[in-house]
């Protein structure tokens, strides 16, 4: 999580891996298709805290923390290797809730924002209407103490 100071406003974001692609987090919603099986296709799967999540017929559960929406599929094609021949899998992000955003401060419109990529700072602040006329001169960026279960250890 990063939090970022501007004169008198306050941003606060997950930190994500360095690509740009959205890795899927914690309280995200999936939904999971497995073509010419729908009885294996899952709607509204949500990934736990602990971030996993669980499929029909599969003894163990599925680490989705992390991982891409391809990343995902290809692991749960693997997964049911066993009981069928090429499955096609495909997961999609229906609801995105592990990268939130909080804008407070000296800032036309303080809201929460819901992230699905990564995003620059220019345009955090067009998502609060801009700073407000109280706002400074400079910006502080400040990080929390959350650690990411993405984040690879040196």
């Known amino acids: 999580m990063i939090a970022l100071l501007f004169l008198g406003f306050l941003v606060t974001i997950n930190q994500q891996p360095a690509d740009d692609r959205y890795r899927i987090g914690p309280g995200d919603v999936l939904d999971i298709r497995v073509y010419n099986r729908p009885q294996?296709?899952?709607?509204?799967?949500?990934?736990?805290?602990?971030?996993m999540i669980r499929m029909p017929l599969i003894d163990t559960e599925i680490?989705?923390?992390?991982?891409?929406?391809?990343e995902l599929a290809k692991e749960i094609?693997?997964?049911?290797?066993?009981?069928?021949?090429?499955?096609?899998?495909?997961v999609f992000i229906k609801e995105y809730h592990s990268q939130q955003v909080a804008i407070i401060g000296a800032v036309n419109d303080q809201s929460r924002f819901e992230l699905q990529r990564r995003v620059r700072l220019?345009?955090?602040?067009?998502?609060?209407k801009g700073p407000s006329s109280k706002a400074g001169q400079t910006?502080?960026?400040v990080h929390s103490s959350a650690i990411s279960p993405c984040k690879q250890a040196d």
């Open 122 to 128: 220019l345009e955090l602040l067009t998502y609060a």
């Open 40 to 51: 294996l296709s899952r709607e509204a799967v949500r990934v736990e805290g602990s971030g």
């Open 77 to 90: 094609s693997t997964r049911y290797a066993k009981y069928y021949k090429n499955l096609q899998v495909d």
């Open 63 to 70: 680490r989705a923390v992390c991982s891409t929406e391809g």
């Open 139 to 141: 910006i502080n960026v």
